[in-house]
């Protein structure tokens, strides 16, 4: 397996055998359940599902109760398939953090935070208008954008004004600190897209 689900805790530091500060990222990785197995001969390609969080059934709807039966496993709140490699997975097998060791480099997806709708200073940092002769009003405004005869449009792309974040977003190449197998606990060095308690998907690069 190449990859888990994890939840985001929080930051904290730790310090390594010199002393040095190291801040790290610390994730709730799994345990994560194989919900589905998709193989080339059913599904055309060879891929693992899997869960992670369990979730209330009173709020869990028949459909999703019964995917989750057949693995005879709590239903879900989370589900992301991942590359088998290869290799051959049972329904209701449990992965955990065991799967990645103390320096490895992995990539974390998340859905960065939600900054609304923002102005083109923030969102993309314009300078803005000038400061001075009266121009009081046009500090923050985005400017002129586009002609008027030729070509009559704008041009698609055009950066503007709109909402801010909320987007998935991956961090490349994080080196895994350390981990917790009791506590199902992942150290990453570094920041990783997202709020605290967001859902992150943590693959092997």
Known sequence: MNGIIGKKV????????NGENIPVTVIEAGPCYVTQVKTKENDGYEAVQLGFDEKKKQRTNKPESGHTAKAEVEPMKVFKEFDSAGEEYELGAKITVKIFATGDIVDV?????????TGVVKKYGFKG????????DTWRRPGSIGASADPSRVFPGMRMSGQSGNER?????????ATDTEKNL????????GANNGYLVIRKA
């Open 169 to 177: 977003v991956t961090e490349k190449s994080l080196t895994v600190v």
């Open 129 to 136: 208008g000038p400061k001075t002769r009266g121009q009081s």
């Open 109 to 117: 997806t998340g859905t960065s935070k939600g900054r609304g709708f």
């Open 10 to 17: 929080g930051m904290t530091r730790v310090f390594n055998e």
């Open 186 to 193: 992942l150290l990453v060095k570094g920041s990783v897209p």
